[in-house]
DNA sequence: TTATTATTGAAAATCATTTTCATTATTGAA
DNA sequence: TTCAATAATGAAAATGATTTTCAATAATAA
């Protein structure tokens, strides 16, 4: 007897990711819905929105709904795993913050007009000291405990120049 | 017969701002709602909604329309005469680019869980000589023409933290 | 295997922003 | 000043991304 289950199954075969660990330890479960999300952001080097990432994994896990990827996002986001950049049009799109093979400290140039955006890990050693100066700065200025820096360019592309 | 009228007239006390020919170069006409709006932006140093606008300017106001609000600031936008700035909650907020006073660049800190936004133009020396180097070779590397950056520190603002 | 409860998907609800359209106000010309 | 042309406006409806609600389902610990 076949039975139509919407839903797959975790099995042997579905890999370890490095995240199964942070997630274990903050007592998330591991689910097909985050692994096919995580994967997705694994296997792409492109900035996804919500959508883009639910249309990707819609095609071998179609019982995904767009609310669960939107869930899922928010708490990546949380445990800092993804980054959210707003590429000013309206909607986000997400990256993953540091993957298996650990990525690079980067910062983004994104296209006034197409919303593309592109990582640049340019003239990150020269930034360094200037970042830290300002950082230490800032946080005894304003009394701000800072976290986190961003840079962006913004301009237009080769496409759209 | 009094008339209750919604709208007021332009009239010779309303001053003559500083973008008024910038307006008139454009082919833009100068109409109340854009006076109020403006008049808003010039006499912050909020950085402030859509929304938290068309409150202020229907104070004296009250007959604006919120869609005009916005239909402004995106007029301004593009103009370059006001800045929008992506707090990460949602809604963006404004902020005048350059008044008659002639504001100083600067960059922004911003509180991760109020979504406070302060401006800080410290460090800004240090910092030309990173931005136009990073500038010509991310502009050749990516052909991309790049025509603003942005530095932004999240943190926890005092009251937050 | 079972009980507990976190997670899920569908549909409805939100909320900021945009569009539509008829009305009104600004501007240049007469 | 008056007038005609048309840019700008406001109200209401539409949009579109994201969030919430809630009953059903699946992951986990015992």
Redesign the interface.
């Known amino acids: 007897m076949r039975y139509g289950r919407r839903h797959l199954r975790r099995g042997y075969g579905m890999g370890h990711g490095w995240w199964q660990g942070r997630f274990r330890g903050c007592g998330y479960r591991i689910t097909v819905p985050r692994e096919e999300i995580l994967s997705v952001l694994s296997n792409t080097s492109e900035h996804l929105s919500a959508e883009e990432i639910y249309m990707k994994v819609h095609k071998t896990y179609p019982g995904l709904g767009l609310t669960t990827v939107y869930r899922t996002l928010e708490l990546l986001e949380e445990m800092g795993i993804v980054i ?1 950049i ?1 590429a ?1 049009d309206g909607r986000a799109r997400y990256e993953l913050a540091e993957g298996p093979k650990g990525r690079r400290h980067h910062h983004h ?1 994104i ?2 007009k197409c919303g593309k955006v ?1 990582d ?1 890990t ?2 990150i050693e ?2 360094k000291e ?1 970042i830290s ?3 230490s ?3 005894k ?18 496409a759209c ?1």
Chains 1, 2 share one sequence.
């Open positions: 959210r707003d000013g140039l296209c006034a592109i640049y340019d003239f020269d930034e200037l100066k300002t950082e700065g800032l946080s200025k304003y009394k701000f405990k800072i976290l986190n820096h961003e840079i962006t360019f913004y301009g237009l592309c080769d120049k």
